[in-house]
């Protein structure tokens, strides 16, 4: 396979993770402009996991995940009493935060006579482990796709439980559901858990392919991007960020003549489809269409 | 003390100019309760539109400004025809990402359009500082913070003592009861979205002919100072756009002063997140005048 | 079974390896720059015979904005090597020497690209 075409499906699989971890809170009716903390949390994480201490990837994968996990969920707490713009602008707020953090840290060691390690403004470079380990990129982007479809096959199980049900209704109206019973604060908090590590997946698995990240890398475009994918997507299904995510990175990447003017042919086309489905091409009406009749 | 008082009086300057940005979203997120995301595209537009009048044709610092207001406005329109008038009142979300996805084709636009890092906008005085009692006063900052003020004043008299403001006030606050007494809430909010632009457009020529130059951060860096300083007075509130664009500039230069250039913006954000936590994010009318 | 590999497989191959400075100059096109590489192992030791293609990324944008790589060629002049690339705009791009010889491997420089070049450094 062509090189380039390896990193596109690459760049999409791990900006699908993203958009996921953005989506999941469009679904409980929260916009997040803040994912792209989680992700850079997952990159810092993982890639300090096995460059610094020379853990395996999938261990430095997983501790990536729990720390990202973690701060979804200490976020989670305070920001939950706030909605609609004010709980977007938090998210936004914590993110900046962390990205400004990021850009003082330093924490650096001696690996076989090289310091690695995050470096502030300079970056967090030679994180090597697939190149070390000579793992090619065909094979990474068989690791990256494979982690994609183990998430997705969790997604779709969770739409069928009880627990998803209770998500969706409280993505439709919140007040309603509580008043139905549903514990809806503790199902949000939940979620944006989950979306936290989900993000933080994304950005060990990142780091990896880029071998180095640095806090520019995760302003708010990023965050913003990735929920745009998942309302073009679509709100009805887990399917639906990465039909978002493939329609932007792929086909307008694949069509290298009109990439110059990719985000000005992306935007319009973006903008004129949200006037014809403004909850994304599969939407939940769509999908419950497609799927009526099934068991 | 003497390094509070020049820090005070330099963040109130530049928080003038914050103060147009955030009064851009609260004007358009008042009446439609809609966020546009494009804000800081548009009010790059016009000021690319300005640096090109300059280069190009060699206008002046009216002209420029002209220029940027005309295109900001132009911009301004094409967005919220596509953005926000063609969808329906429900979408809000859709709505939000239609604007972001324009912001990135306008971006775009004007990268293609002129791809060099920085563009010569014509300086708004180059006269010296005024020194006086060990304090230093730039004047071209001075004029910045004037000419912000000047179009407060007239905007607060626009939304009083117009029948248009008095209409605009009816949809921000009741828009059933508007619709009803024959006002179209569709109309107010497509004027007051370009009335937005027009002043984000401002806001951005009086940056831009301090620093005397454009860059194609500038869209980005206006949104967000205009979000933080909305939010920061209290979302939604007219009067709240106005102390929050103020106090962000005064936070901001007495953090970069005491802190460290790279401790200001984490001030600021530090400071919006307990705000929004302390005040539970809490939307103020915005007719609260 | 990838993942079980992944599990197994340890320990560094343990080798030398790669430092590139890069320096760019504008040419008579737009946004196109003529690059030259000089790569060094970490001895200071040129190194010939490198087969690499140079990709950029804007860190402002990551996994977007790819630029196409292009292979570069080597030239007379020891462990110095030229590619032409063609970017989408002005301003900090990173850009990414991928090797496939003398070994699979990755450097990463950081370059402030204006009117008349590209320069590392912020």
């Known amino acids: 396979m062509d090189e380039f075409l390896i990193g596109v499906l690459s760049n999409i699989g791990l900006m699908s993770l993203l958009a996921l971890s953005a989506w999941l809170l469009l679904v409980v009716g929260e916009i997040s402009f803040g994912q792209q903390a989680f992700f850079a949390l997952g990159a810092y994480a993982a890639g300090i996991a096995t460059a610094l201490y020379g853990w395996p990837l999938p261990l430095g994968l997983f501790a990536g995940v729990v720390v990202g996990a973690l701060a979804g969920f200490a976020v989670a707490i305070p920001t939950m009493r706030l909605t609609g713009l004010a709980f977007a602008i938090a998210t936004l707020a914590f993110a900046e935060l962390m990205r400004l953090l990021l850009q003082l840290w330093v924490f650096q060691r001696e690996v076989d006579g090289e310091r690695l390690g995050p470096n502030a403004v300079e970056g967090f470079r030679g994180v090597r482990w697939v190149y070390d380990h000579d793992l090619s990129a065909l094979g990474y982007l068989g690791v990256i796709w494979g982690i994609v479809v183990v998430v997705l096959a969790a997604l779709f199980l969770c739409e069928r439980s009880r627990i998803g049900l209770a998500c969706r209704a409280v993505g439709a109206d919140a007040e309603l559901a509580e008043a139905q019973g549903l514990p809806a604060a503790r199902l949000k908090i939940l979620v944006a858990t989950v979306a936290g590590g989900l993000a933080a997946l994304g950005g060990g698995l990142y780091v990896h392919l880029a071998t180095y990240v640095e806090p520019q890398h995760f302003s708010i475009m990023l965050g913003v991007h990735a929920l745009a994918y998942g309302l073009i997507g679509g709100l009805g299904t887990a399917l639906g960020p990465i039909l978002g995510v493939v329609l932007d990175i792929g086909l307008l990447e694949a069509l290298q003549e009109i990439a110059r003017y990719r985000m000005i042919v992306f935007g319009g086309a973006v903008a004129v489809l949200l006037i014809l489905r403004p909850r994304g091409l599969l939407d939940e009406a769509l999908v419950r269409r497609l799927t009526r009749g099934k068991p | ?289 | 079974m990838i993942w079980l590999w992944l599990m197994l497989s340890s320990a560094a191959l343990g080798q030398t390896r790669l430092d590139a400075a890069i320096e760019c100059a504008a040419t008579a096109r737009l946004m196109v720059y003529d690059c030259a590489i000089a790569l060094a192992d970490r001895q200071g030791r040129p190194v010939d015979g490198a087969k690499f293609k140079l990709g950029a990324d804007m860190p402002s944008m990551p996994m977007a904005h790819n630029v196409r790589p292009v292979e570069a060629d080597s030239t007379d002049a020891p462990g110095r090597y030229r590619a032409r690339l063609e970017l989408e705009m002005e301003g900090e791009w990173a850009l990414r020497l991928e090797f496939s010889a003398p070994r699979r491997d990755v450097v990463v420089k950081r370059l402030i690209f204006d009117d008349k070049g590209g320069r590392e450094g912020r």
């Open chain 2, 1 to 289: 003390m003497l390094d509070l008082i020049q820090n005070t009086i330099d963040g109130v300057m530049i928080g003038g100019a914050y103060a147009l940005l955030a009064l851009g979203f609260t004007l358009t997120f008042g009446v439609m309760r809609r966020l546009n995301l494009a804000f800081g595209a548009i009010v790059l537009c016009g000021l690319y539109a300005g640096a090109a009048a300059h280069q190009a044709l060699g206008w002046g610092l009216l002209g420029s400004i002209a220029a940027t207001l005309a295109v900001a406005v132009a911009a301004g329109l094409y967005v919220e025809r596509l953005c926000f008038r063609a969808l329906a009142e429900s979408a809000s979300i859709a709505a939000m990402v239609s604007s972001f996805a324009i912001w990135m084709q306008l971006e775009e636009i004007a990268a293609l359009l002129m791809p060099r890092r920085t563009y010569a906008y014509p300086a708004l005085s180059e006269a010296r500082p005024w020194e006086w009692a060990g304090l230093s006063l730039r004047p071209d900052q001075l004029a910045m913070a004037a000419v912000a003020l000047g179009a407060m004043a007239a905007l607060g008299w626009t939304l009083r003592r117009t029948r248009f403001g008095l209409a605009a006030r009816a949809v921000a606050t009741a828009p059933l009861a508007a619709r009803l007494a024959g006002i179209e809430p569709a109309r107010i909010g497509s004027a007051m979205f370009l009335l937005a632009c027009g002043l984000g457009g401002l806001a951005g020529a009086l940056i831009a002919a301090v620093d005397s130059q454009v860059t194609i951060k500038f869209g980005m860096w206006a949104m967000l100072k205009g979000l933080v300083a909305m939010t920061l007075g209290g979302i939604g509130s007219i009067p709240g756009a106005v102390i929050g664009g103020l106090a962000l500039g005064v936070i901001e230069s007495n953090a970069q002063w005491y802190l460290g250039a790279e401790w200001r913006d984490i001030v600021a954000y530090g400071l919006l997140f307990a705000v929004l936590y302390w005040r539970r994010g809490r939307e103020r009318p915005w007719t609260n005048s």
